[in-house]
């Protein structure tokens, strides 16, 4: 398994930006897809995004199309996801998820369900206010 870290999380005003990192120990970070989850208060945890080893392929939930952007920079074992336009609704705490690439590729490109994934990080808090 790997370890996964994440940072980047705080208080925003709804429009505004912020960028989370997850950075990962190992020596097989690109063996790995890897997914940023989230779960508010009294909700199930939730796909936002997801990447292939290279970087090739993202994946997204409708609700964060066309405003978050997930990248990764395998030289420095991190992904990033960068959110623009955050709304309200979107106040969760944010996790990193890692599970060898075949296996996403092969089972979760249908449905990213967080069962798709192995290795995850402690979460990071983001907060947007109205």
């Known amino acids: 398994q790997v370890q996964l870290v994440e940072s980047g999380g705080g208080l925003v005003q709804a429009g505004g930006s912020l960028r989370l990192s997850c950075a990962a120990s190992?020596?097989?970070?690109?063996?790995?897809?890897m997914g940023w989850f989230r779960q508010a208060p009294g909700k199930e945890r939730e796909f936002v995004a997801a990447?292939?080893?290279?970087?090739?392929?993202?994946y997204y939930a409708d609700s964060v199309k066309g405003r978050f952007t997930i990248s990764r920079d395998n030289a420095k074992n991190t992904v990033y996801l960068q959110m623009n336009s955050l709304k309200p609704e979107d106040t969760a705490v944010y996790y990193c998820?890692?599970?060898?690439?075949?296996?996403?590729?092969?089972?979760?490109?249908?449905?990213?369900?967080?069962?798709?994934?192995?290795?995850w990080g402690q979460g990071t808090q983001v907060t947007v206010s109205s």
């Open positions: 990447i292939s080893w290279s970087g090739g392929s993202t």
């Open positions: 998820a890692a599970e060898y690439n075949e296996v996403v590729v092969t089972y979760c490109t249908v449905s990213m369900s967080p069962e798709c994934f192995g290795s």
């Open positions: 190992g020596r097989t970070f690109s063996s790995y897809a």
